[in-house]
């Protein structure tokens, strides 16, 4: 007997593989090793530790040069089977398959920027950092466009009423007292 429209939607999205949930514990800014799997004259292709399955590059304009050049030519590249620091710079998401941009730079390392999707300036994404990554997907369908954006500016935008809303976006990720214990402070001595 045929379940009604409703049903038929979930047992068709039970099917549908989602590709963008793949390596979704990784976001811009977050620290990797990986390794080197191969040269290519752009840059080295890598799997981060972890997320095997996943496609990775590193392009050679953000692997530091020894040279001084503005990036590494081939003879610079980590060795292949090496391992490597590296940044997530950028995770695509939005067609399959998914896939990791990676930064070897020192000043990566140290401390990564990138592009507020709401005003334009750098905001910073490492531990410690002004930024957040939002992702945006939809039940829909796979796929998932991402940005970056100032803790401020993303809680800017949401509506003033959404109060518990801007104060996650402001908290989400950074160091937060634990919540008390179920009835800690509601006991009554005996």
Same mark, same amino acid.
């Given at each position: $007997?045929?379940?009604?429209? &409703? =049903?038929? &939607?979930?047992?068709? =999205? *039970?099917?549908? *593989?989602?590709?963008?949930?793949?390596?979704?514990?990784? #976001? $811009?800014?977050?620290?990797?090793?990986?390794?080197?799997? !191969?040269?290519?004259?752009?840059? %080295? $292709?890598?799997? %981060?530790?972890?997320?095997?399955?996943?496609? &990775? !590059? %590193? /392009?050679?304009?953000?692997? =530091?040069?020894? @040279?001084? !050049?503005?990036? +590494?030519?081939?003879?610079?590249?980590?060795? #292949?089977?090496?391992?490597? /620091? +590296? %940044?997530?710079?950028?995770?695509?998401?939005?067609?399959?398959? &998914?896939?990791?941009?990676?930064? $070897?730079? +020192?000043?990566?390392?140290?401390?990564? @920027?990138?592009?507020?999707?709401?005003?334009?300036?750098?905001?910073?994404?490492?531990?410690?950092? /002004?930024?957040?990554?939002? =992702?945006?997907?939809?039940?829909?369908?796979?796929?998932? +466009? @991402?940005?970056?954006?100032?803790?401020?500016?993303?809680?800017?935008?949401?509506?003033?009423?959404?109060?518990?809303?801007?104060?996650?976006?402001?908290? #989400?990720?950074?160091?937060?007292?634990?919540?008390?214990?179920?009835?800690?402070?509601? *006991? @009554?001595?005996?």
């Amino acid at each position: $007997m045929p379940g009604c429209a &409703a =049903d038929e &939607a979930v047992r068709d =999205d *039970q099917l549908m *593989q989602r590709f963008d949930s793949v390596g979704c514990d990784l #976001v $811009m800014g977050t620290a990797v090793r990986a390794t080197i799997i !191969s040269h290519e004259r752009w840059g %080295v $292709m890598a799997q %981060v530790i972890g997320h095997e399955t996943v496609g &990775a !590059s %590193v /392009d050679a304009g953000v692997i =530091d040069s020894p @040279s001084g !050049s503005p990036q +590494a030519r081939p003879e610079e590249y980590p060795p #292949v089977g090496g391992q490597v /620091d +590296a %940044v997530v710079q950028e995770i695509n998401r939005y067609h399959p398959p &998914a896939w990791i941009r990676l930064t $070897m730079r +020192a000043a990566n390392l140290r401390e990564f @920027s990138w592009t507020c999707g709401c005003c334009g300036q750098l905001t910073i994404l490492s531990p410690g950092g /002004d930024g957040v990554t939002v =992702d945006v997907r939809s039940s829909e369908g796979p796929g998932c +466009a @991402s940005f970056a954006a100032h803790r401020s500016c993303l809680a800017g935008r949401l509506n003033p009423d959404f109060d518990g809303d801007r104060a996650r976006v402001k908290a #989400v990720g950074r160091d937060q007292p634990p919540p008390p214990a179920i009835g800690i402070g509601n *006991q @009554s001595p005996r």
